[in-house]
């Protein structure tokens, strides 16, 4: 039972890694590269898990997409070591209405989708070992297979 627990459990790393690993892809094959300006930063608050108030800084980007229109775009990326004027790299890709925007040379968003996909891979690993030592308890798991 156990091995389950941690097999589900290395879900919870593995999803969102896979989806980081998705649209950094996409965004890199389809993505239009150019400059962004920090032209503010949004505050936003939230609950703790021990239910203090935090209050979170976001950077609002400003960059010109290729209709030469020019676009302010929240990202969502903490902690952001720029000031406001700042110039930045970003690729940029225009769906569904939306903007999705990666900063190049951004080592923090790359090295969190590894570490998930780390972790994941260790804990799912954990999880198989565990549930192959103690296999008398899936036993009934086999007896279902013809």
Partial sequence: MEG???????LAFLIPA???????????LYGIRTKAVVVNFVPEQFKTSRGY???VYYPILRFTNKRGEEVDEKII?????RKVNDAIDIMYLHENGRYKVLLTNNIQTK?????LLVVGLAVLSAGVIIIYHNMDDFQFILDLIP
């Fill in 111 to 115: 090295y969190m989708a590894i570490l």
């Fill in 18 to 28: 896979i989806i980081m690993f998705k649209r950094m892809r996409m965004i890199k």
């Fill in 53 to 55: 108030k935090k209050t």
């Fill in 4 to 10: 389950l627990i941690f097999i589900t459990g290395a």
């Fill in 77 to 81: 990326i903490s902690p952001f070591d």
